[in-house]
């Protein structure tokens, strides 16, 4: 019986690579705490997963240099945050105590997602060597 990667591992791969994005807009929002003007963004998780998974789905893609690319320009789900703190007066919408807990929780995600793949593929492993007979 063939297996797929697909089937194998779900949609964890997409979610590592979201997750990986989720860090850099949220490491973006706390390089940028004190420069006036900044307004904090975030990312819709549900929405950019869907995207992601959709993408691998379509199966279509770009054979040659001169064919149009079938994927559509999106933001991957990134878009300006609804500020929860008053202005400060600089115009700059970004809370750092905010931004630092949203960046913990979303590098523990990260992080039980990888745990969860390195069991995943240390299955397959033995399954397919055999091992653990």
Partial sequence: ???????ALGIHPQTLAVRSKRAEVIASNIANADTPGYKA??????????????????????????HFDV??????????RTPDQPDTGDGNTVDAQVER?????????????????????????????????
């Fill in 1 to 7: 019986m063939a297996i797929t990667f697909e089937k």
């Fill in 41 to 66: 963004k975030g990312m819709d998780f549900k929405s950019a997963l869907a995207q992601a998974s959709q993408k691998q789905q379509s199966g279509m893609s770009r054979t040659h240099e001169k």
């Fill in 101 to 133: 807990n949203l960046y913990l929780e979303n590098s523990m995600q990260y992080q039980a997602s990888i745990q969860f793949l390195t069991g995943r593929i240390q299955g397959l492993k033995k399954a397919i060597t055999g091992a653990g007979q």
């Fill in 71 to 80: 994927r559509i320009a999106t933001n991957n789900g990134v878009q300006f």
